[in-house]
T-cell receptor
Framework: KAGVTQTPRYLIKTRGQQVTLSCSPISGHRSVSWYQQTPGQGLQFLFEYFSETQRNKGNFPGRFSGRQFSNSRSEMNVSTLELGDSALYLC?????????????FGQGTRLTVV | GENVEQHPSTLSVQEGDSAVIKCTYSDSASNYFPWYKQELGKRPQLIIDIRSNVGEKKDQRIAVTLNKTAKHFSLHITETQPEDSAVYFCAAPYEGDDKIIFGKGTRLHILP
């Protein structure tokens, strides 16, 4: 069974630009959740999508958005990039909502904003 | 507010000794408590989890205990080995089961 795949692995963007990250979950998983990982803050929950619906979100500004397609693949978009958005962005897939079962993480996309 | 406190942030133990990491959570409705291990440069992976209907769960050298009344749960690693060196994250759901909050992590160093 293929694992969770995130693309691209690395990105360098300049302030003010926007970026789209992609996550392909494990086949059959309907939940995709996204996290921002930084050295000082650990893993911070961005949002969860389940069957194409955003079910919950974390405390991030509206510049962070996402969507999920009918095949469960998910994209995350960050607009008007700021230097502080530099981080490792991880997605995870699970068979059920993420707060009740094991989450399988992708290898992450490392975003650097210059 | 939504918060999972994790302590300590760094822990160094002699190989063969035990390590204990503690977490507290705030949502009394939380009923699923996973622990993830992240080795350097790798993705987090689940090592053990516990549901609120049990107080303790063991899997070989690792165990998790849960005290729902006090809203505490802890990870115990016995007979530590060099490959246990990693960052460990606890987590708890918040506002139902479609949001999960992670602790800030514990960096565990196993000393030779």
């Amino acid at each position: 069974k293929a694992g969770v795949t995130q693309t691209p692995r690395y990105l360098i963007k300049t302030r003010g630009q926007q970026v789209t990250l992609s996550c392909s979950p494990i086949s059959g998983h309907r939940s995709v959740s996204w996290y921002q990982q930084t050295p000082g803050q650990g893993l911070q929950f961005l949002f969860e999508y389940f069957s194409e619906t955003q079910r919950n979100k974390g405390n991030f500004p509206g510049r962070f958005s996402g969507r999920q397609f009918s095949n469960s693949r998910s994209e995350m978009n960050v607009s008007t990039l700021e230097l502080g958005d530099s981080a490792l962005y991880l997605c995870a897939s699970s068979s059920d909502p993420v707060g009740g079962t094991e989450a399988f993480f992708g290898q992450g996309t490392r975003l650097t904003v210059v | 507010g939504e918060n999972v406190e994790q302590h300590p942030s760094t822990l160094s133990v002699q190989e063969g000794d035990s390590a204990v990491i503690k977490c507290t959570y705030s949502d009394s409705a939380s009923n699923y408590f996973p622990w993830y291990k992240q080795e350097l440069g790798k993705r987090p992976q689940l090592i053990i989890d516990i549901r609120s209907n049990v107080g303790e769960k063991k899997d070989q050298r690792i165990a998790v205990t849960l005290n729902k009344t006090a809203k505490h749960f802890s990870l115990h690693i016995t007979e530590t080995q060099p490959e246990d060196s990693a960052v460990y994250f606890c987590a708890a759901p918040y506002e139902g089961d479609d949001k999960i909050i992670f602790g800030k992590g514990t960096r565990l160093h196993i000393l030779p």
